[in-house]
């Protein structure tokens, strides 16, 4: 749930049915499913995304009644490469790493 004042917006952020089991209307009942205690929370929209190259879903949301499609731009940083970020992630794995360590017992 996305509290955005004036709006409540229910998203939904992955949805995944096993190749096996497409086109069996699963997806279809789970999202009914989940937009209902949505409702019951108090959306009153929903917000869906994918890759406008994946039709499968552009095929099932459209008739499901999802439209005003939108196109975002998603950047992305690995974190481990950057030159700041990395050295904190070291750091945390070395601290982790320390108190983890336990010290051998004296006879
Ligand atoms: C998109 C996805 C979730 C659909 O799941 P599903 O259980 O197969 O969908 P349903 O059986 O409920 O389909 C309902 C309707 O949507 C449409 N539809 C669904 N998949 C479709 C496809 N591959 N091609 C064309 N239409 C499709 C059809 O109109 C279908 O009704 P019909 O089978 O009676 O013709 C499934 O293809 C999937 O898991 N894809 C991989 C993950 C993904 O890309 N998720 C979406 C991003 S969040």
Same mark, same amino acid.
């Given at each position: 749930m996305i509290s955005k004042a004036p709006w409540v917006y229910g998203y939904m952020n992955w949805l995944g049915i096993h190749p096996q089991y497409q086109r069996r209307g699963i997806a279809d009942k789970l999202v009914d499913k989940l937009i209902e205690p949505m409702i019951e929370e108090g959306a009153r929209f929903m917000l869906? =995304?994918?890759d406008p190259a994946n039709t499968a879903a552009v095929k099932f949301f459209t008739?499901? @009644?999802?439209g005003h499609p939108r196109q975002h731009v998603f950047f992305s940083l690995n974190l481990t490469k950057d030159e700041i #970020? @990395? &050295?904190l992630i070291? #750091?945390? &794995? =070395?601290r982790s790493e320390r108190l983890t360590y336990r010290r051998p017992r004296r006879r």
């Open positions: 869906v =995304d994918t008739p499901k @009644g999802f #970020y @990395g &050295r070291a #750091y945390e &794995r =070395d």
